[in-house]
């Protein structure tokens, strides 16, 4: 019932224009019960962002794969896809989220750090066990650090290169969203520690037809 409510309240005003009290209003309900179940409107809105997410049925076909290379790519591919995408919507509300995400690291970081959670909660295990696969298999080398982190590295740097896209203006020219896409998922992966023969067939040869010559570039 409150995260109906919060839902139309979001929809409507935006999470600046929403309150807590208006959400207890619209639920009908006050807001002392309301801080029973979430102690701040971030909490509200990380919530729901969780529970969208869940639905997503691209992303729950993507969590019910088995563990493997396939899947670690599929995964990495899928996040930069959604952030690069995300200038290109229909409507604002997919990059309004990402400035709130990022006015949170500049302010107080609950909502980020609420978020976060969530998104370690939904994806880390899938990610976690689809790299163990991708090592056993003599994909990707072994990390001595904690493996998340990997996740962690590469998703800060799509959210990053999302971020430059947002303005009507972008703050760097890419060049074409397919090719930036390409190189995004080729260094990520290589980042997470796949090698090329690996991400030459996983993701495709079209997808990794540059690899010789980026390794090449990133060694000089």
């Known amino acids: 019932m409150i995260l109906g409510a919060a839902k139309r309240c979001f929809a409507r ?4 224009g929403t309150t807590t009290k208006s959400v207890a209003a619209a639920a009908a309900i006050s807001e002392a019960l309301l801080f029973k179940h979430f102690p701040s409107k971030a909490a509200l809105y990380a919530e729901i962002l969780s529970d969208e ?7 729950t076909d993507l969590l019910e794969r088995k563990p493997s290379t396939t899947t670690l790519v599929e995964l990495v591919r899928g996040m930069v896809q959604h952030f690069l995408h995300i200038a290109d919507g229909p409507d604002q509300e997919d990059a309004q989220r990402l400035r709130l995400m990022t006015t ?24 976690l066990a689809s790299l163990e696969r991708a090592v056993a298999a003599g994909d990707a080398r072994p990390f001595s650090g904690d493996p ?15 971020l430059t896209r947002l303005p009507a203006a972008p703050c760097l020219a890419y060049g074409k969203a397919d090719d930036l896409e390409r190189q995004l998922c080729e260094f990520l992966l290589r980042g997470i520690g796949l090698n090329d023969a690996a991400i030459a067939s996983h993701l495709g040869h079209d997808q990794a ?9 990133e060694s000089a």
């Open 209 to 217: 037809a540059g690899a010789d010559k980026t390794a090449i570039a």
């Open 104 to 127: 949170s690291h500049l302010d107080d970081g609950e909502f980020a750090r609420l978020l976060y959670a969530k998104i370690e909660k939904l994806i880390g295990a899938i990610f």
């Open 148 to 162: 998340l982190n990997l996740f962690w590295f590469a998703h800060h740097t799509v959210m990053t290169a999302a």
């Open 53 to 59: 997410c869940e639905a997503d049925p691209a992303l």
């Open 13 to 16: 005003h935006g999470y600046t």
